[in-house]
């Protein structure tokens, strides 16, 4: 069992962060960061820094992130609201730091805007098991097709940045756009043009794009020049 605002705010799942004999800049700032020289094939492809590299494990911040959704925080010197794109911090130089709440704050709500294409939305995840595992790689998509292009689309992913990743080159690269899984293919590569790998987790890049068109594929109109059944 779990709450909605626990899950946004859950930590990582960086081995070394879980645990306490290694070094880890998020558990304890200025230790220095074991993941960089150990074993990396989980580490952020995206928004990674010198000092963490860890990637966001919630689910539901993507799918949240994707249809602008909004939360409200309740603290002592009153409640503001903040779209969940804004929720999350990169690590930066303070990776001890996960989101913007201030001490003290408590998420008292999360916000739907009602958008229509939110109906269709969908989330694909990747990982090693079919159930009880975090993604290796992840996608939120809403899409709302005009015709056999793209009309207008939001996307985030997951499982390999350090923040829910709303991407917003890979947006702006099919809106107006045909719907084509090369095209597709090419607004994924698009988005993860600053990715940065390493061999370990050079995979994802690839995995990821494969998602994102296996996801948008879904939808009707898709011109991939397979055969219709
Ligand atoms: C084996 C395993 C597999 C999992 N797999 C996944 C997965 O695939 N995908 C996924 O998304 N999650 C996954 N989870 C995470 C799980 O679903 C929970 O969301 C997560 O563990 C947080 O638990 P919780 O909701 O009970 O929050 P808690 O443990 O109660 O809280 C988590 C953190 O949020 C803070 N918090 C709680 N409520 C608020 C609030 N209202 N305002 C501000 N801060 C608050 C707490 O102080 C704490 O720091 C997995 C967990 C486990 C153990
Ligand atoms: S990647 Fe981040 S969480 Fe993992 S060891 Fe380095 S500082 Fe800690």
């Known amino acids: 069992m779990a709450t909605l605002a626990g899950n946004l705010m859950q930590r990582s ?11 880890c800049n998020k558990r304890q700032p200025g230790s220095g960061c074991s993941a960089v020289e150990g074993h990396a094939e989980r580490n952020a492809v995206l928004g990674a820094s010198e000092s963490c590299a860890a990637v966001h494990p919630s689910d539901l911040a993507l799918a949240l992130c994707a249809v602008d959704a909004t939360v409200c925080v309740r603290g002592a010197s ?37 958008l229509p294409m939110a109906a269709s939305a969908r989330y694909r995840k990747v990982g090693d098991r079919a159930s009880f595992d975090f993604a290796l790689v992840s996608v939120a998509v ?16 997951g499982g390999l940045a350090t923040t829910p990743w709303r991407a917003r080159r890979a947006e702006d690269f099919l809106r107006g756009a045909p719907a084509t899984a090369d095209r597709f293919a ?3 590569l698009e988005e993860l043009a600053t990715a940065r790998t390493a061999r370990a987790n050079a995979y994802e890049v690839g995995l990821e794009r494969d998602v994102l068109v296996a996801t948008l594929r879904e939808w009707d109109d898709v011109d991939d020049g397979a055969p219709r059944a």
Not at 13 to 23: A, E, H, I, K, V
């Open 13 to 23: 799942r960086c081995p070394y962060f879980l645990n306490p004999d290694t070094p």
């Open 142 to 157: 809403a899409v709302d097709p005009d015709g056999d292009r793209i009309g207008d689309v939001r996307i985030a992913f």
């Open 78 to 114: 009153g409640t503001r609201r903040i779209p969940v794109t804004s929720l999350h911090r990169p690590p930066g130089h303070r990776p001890e730091l996960d989101t913007v709440l201030e001490h003290g704050e408590l998420i008292a709500a999360v916000e739907l805007p009602a």
């Open 186 to 188: 090419a607004a994924a």
